[in-house]
């Protein structure tokens, strides 16, 4: 039985599906003017595990994911500015390429990491239909009211606003929004924008589209509402995201498509924490926005990045240092090692099974889990039986064991002659060269141990 914390109950909550066996999954996905970070991977790969223990769960996982490629305006630390196309002026770039090259660098970092694909991806320019859609469905229901410059949501007309963050409107956090332009006509300082029509501030925006109120572009927002039902229906399984996204955006989601439907929208809402950079929260100001390509730079191997994730459970902090990423690198290429002399998969550890399922369904405990996958790894039973359960738990961990399972590392004869070369030196005394040949097979990449049964050589591992 899988329980989740449910961030709309405060609650971990037994995981019941609305239609099973299919599990519908919206998860809120990138903003491509910038470049994805580290901070970013954690979420996805937060996400992905979450598809990942719902499919062995039996469940089939119908995931939708949008991509954000409307310029949009505000973000906490550059009130003012929509960053798409102003990326775009500053390149001398149209804001399609800005955004499609942003787009790329998200697929490469979520690839690496070994991110599987959700079913449905969604892109915000390719569902302004289904946005204005679900605006006329507002108007229509009273919920909207029109400025010169903006369509806005009517807060005061949809009770119990703040449900999901549990917090009052008086909350600085809710009640400040960073507009762009300050509309005088806008009601309440806590109304968000659905539409903003391309005239004043916005005459020049690029992306544009006409709408039966006037040409403009949608909020942010309203994207991922209509998106979500497009695809997935009124009511929904799961929706995740950052907890960054609770007091407003997800806020906001909310009471549009409740507001459209006059149904619940979400049954459990999941949260990823986020992720520290030597303990401080990631900020542009800090410059500790590491990205994928700078971690596989500094020689580690991505899937490094991803174990690192796995020791953390997805509702608490995790600090990233370079020091946290060696351990964690340490750990896969022991687990590596281990797991190439395996025998052939068979029959399978049963106990070790249900350990690390009942860890899985226990709100994500992935800490847990892949602390039950060591102790698999130590125990005594044989490796054809570990290999098997290995791989079953790998489903979820998502390391990529099945390539390195029981595939032990070819030596060249180049390297093996310089093995017996060695043997040669080290039987007759001579250390001196013995040494020094151990030290030149190192450095074609392999290591030497010397066993009761003669030298044996590994590979080196990173
Ligand atoms: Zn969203």
Redesign the pocket.
């Known amino acids: 039985m899988l329980r989740i914390y449910n961030t709309l109950t405060r609650k971990i909550e037994e995981f019941k599906l609305i239609n099973p066996p299919i599990a519908t999954l919206?998860t809120?996905?990138p903003t491509v003017y910038d470049y994805t970070h580290i901070g970013h991977l954690r979420t996805y790969v937060g996400n992905d595990i979450l598809r990942r223990v719902l499919e062995t769960n039996d469940f089939e996982v119908k995931h939708v994911m949008?991509i954000?490629d409307v310029g949009h305006l505000t973000s906490d630390e550059d009130a003012g500015e929509d960053k798409m196309e102003e990326g775009a002026r500053q390149s001398g770039r149209t804001v399609w390429e800005v955004a499609k090259f942003f787009e790329d660098h998200f697929w490469k970092s979520v690839e690496t990491v070994n991110i599987e694909r959700p079913s449905i991806v969604a892109k915000a320019t390719d569902h302004i239909e289904e946005q204005i859609k679900l605006i006329k469905k507002l108007e229509k229901n009273g919920f909207i009211y029109i400025t010169d410059q903006a369509i806005y949501f009517d807060i005061s007309k949809f009770p119990n606003y703040t449900k999901l963050s549990g917090q009052s409107l008086d909350d600085k956090s809710i009640g400040v929004r960073t507009d762009v332009v300050i509309d005088k006509q806008k009601r309440s300082p806590v109304d968000f924008a659905l539409w903003f029509f391309t005239v004043g501030h916005f005459a020049d925006h690029v992306m544009k589209w006409s709408s039966p109120w006037g040409g403009g572009f949608p909020g942010?927002?309203i994207?991922?509402s209509a998106m979500a039902m497009e695809y997935l229906g009124d009511t929904i399984d799961i929706h995740t995201?950052g907890i960054d996204?609770i007091s407003v955006?997800?806020t906001n989601?909310i009471a549009q498509s409740e507001a459209a439907s006059g149904k619940q929208f979400v049954r459990f809402w999941v949260h990823h924490e986020f992720l520290l950079v030597n303990g401080e929260k990631m900020s542009k100001s800090k410059k500790n926005f590491y990205r994928i390509d700078e971690v596989t730079a500094k020689g580690f191997d991505p899937l490094a990045l991803r174990y690192l994730f796995l020791t953390a459970h997805y509702r608490d902090k995790l600090n990233f240092t370079w020091e946290s990423l060696q351990a964690a690198q340490n750990a896969l290429s022991n687990l590596r090692q281990i797991v190439r002399d395996w025998e052939e998969p068979k029959i399978g550890c049963a106990q070790f099974e249900q350990d690390f399922m009942a860890s899985i369904n226990n709100d994500l405990n992935l800490p847990q889990a892949v602390a039950v996958m060591w102790d698999l790894i130590k125990s005594d039973y044989p490796t054809s039986a570990k290999a098997k359960t290995l791989l079953i738990m790998d489903k979820v961990l998502g390391l990529n064991l099945e390539e390195i399972l029981g595939k032990p590392v070819e030596i060249p004869s180049r390297v093996k002659k310089l093995i017996e070369q060695r043997e040669t030196a080290r039987k007759s005394g001579d250390f001196k060269k013995s040494d020094k040949l151990r030290k030149e097979i190192k450095k074609m990449g392999f290591l030497i141990e010397d066993a009761p049964s003669g030298p044996k050589a590994r590979a080196v591992v990173n």
């Open positions: 919206y809120c996905g949008n954000t942010w927002h994207e991922c995201g996204h955006h997800h989601e």
